[in-house]
């Protein structure tokens, strides 16, 4: 397993710099990191900054809360590829989920993923806030929605993620999404709890530090 590939490197913090930003950007070059995760703000200068790698750029839609209008995260998807951005990660409206308006949630999704095509989309559903029933109907429109990817947390409410959250999922949607595991992920064997629960990828802060764990664990020197 070549952890690196599976790792989003995020720095979504409100106070991040354009030095942090930089440090994460060399970090994931270094490392080889599937991808960097940055609010929108600064997906020009990340995707300047790995433009002579592999890394791509992911950044968040409608974040942390979920509750902007679906124009506006359909303008802030499309503002996002403009600039620069490989990959969106959209906040599901939470507040409609737990409504149980499930075609207004339905709605939201689908029309930022029409409106960006063939780049993936990850819909963060906040598992910390619903229950059992509603994680599994929330993957349920996820699905039909025609989204990429089910994220399980912002990293910014009272929880991230959790074993049996991804098992519930993963039961859902079985292979036809994909799982982006988010939320407290701070070292190795947590990370490759998820992957073997069927994460396709990791979202952390601790990208560096989960990868020298592996290198240790292997014997091989770090990049």
Do not use: W
């Amino acid at each position: 397993m070549k952890i690196n590939n599976y790792i989003d490197h995020t720095l979504l913090k409100p106070s991040a710099t354009q030095k942090d930003i930089r440090n994460l950007c060399a970090e994931a070059k270094k490392h080889r990191f599937y991808a960097v995760c940055v609010n929108s703000s600064y997906v020009a200068y990340a995707k300047q900054l790995v433009s002579k790698s592999n890394v791509k750029v992911c950044t968040v839609v409608g974040f942390p809360l979920g509750a902007s209008t679906t124009e506006t995260k359909v303008f802030e998807a499309k503002q996002a590829i403009a600039q620069g951005a490989d990959e969106i990660d959209m906040v599901m409206n939470i507040g409609m989920m737990k409504s149980e308006n499930f075609v207004s949630v339905y709605k939201d999704i689908r029309d930022v993923k029409l409106a960006i095509g063939k780049t993936p989309l990850k819909v963060i559903i906040e598992i910390s806030e619903l229950s059992k029933n509603e994680i599994v109907k929330a993957a349920q429109i996820c699905l039909d929605a025609k989204a990429d990817f089910i994220k399980t947390s912002t990293g910014f409410s009272k929880g991230g993620a959790t074993l049996t959250a991804v098992k519930m999922i993963k039961k859902t949607i079985r292979n036809q999404a994909k799982i982006k595991a988010s939320g407290g992920i701070r070292d190795l064997e947590t990370a490759k709890k998820y992957i073997d629960l069927g994460a396709d990828r990791i979202g952390t802060s601790s990208g560096v530090n989960i990868l020298l764990e592996s290198k240790a664990q292997i014997q091989e020197p770090v990049i």
